[in-house]
């Protein structure tokens, strides 16, 4: 029955390239939404620019964290490990990161 397990090695191919539209647009989102505050400010609206600013938090950040885990998963590898590999031989075999791809 464990004659057929096989160990697995993970690999991740992430690179900030491919985070980086995310990233910018959540930014551009953010960028609005205090722009929008300081539109609604003054003594009588203050507690809307509040409400404006938590309402777009709450709602973006979810979003945020959903595509970068899915991000993240859809650049995990699993290669499978020969018999004959050491530990030391797997430590050998690693790229270092990479500037740009």
């Known amino acids: 029955m464990d004659k057929d397990a096989h160990k697995y090695r993970m690999v991740c191919t992430l690179s900030f390239g491919d985070i980086y539209g995310q990233i ?32 777009v938090l709450v709602l973006t950040l979810p979003f945020l964290l959903f595509a970068f885990v899915t991000t993240l998963f859809n650049h995990l590898e699993f290669l499978p490990v020969d018999e004959g590999q050491t530990q030391a ?10 500037v740009g791809n």
């Open 24 to 55: 910018i647009i959540w930014l551009i989102v953010i960028f609005i939404s205090l722009a929008t505050t300081l539109a609604l400010w003054s003594s009588t609206r203050q507690i809307y620019a509040f409400a404006t600013v938590a309402l």
């Open 89 to 98: 031989s797997l430590r050998a075999s690693r790229k270092p990161a990479e």
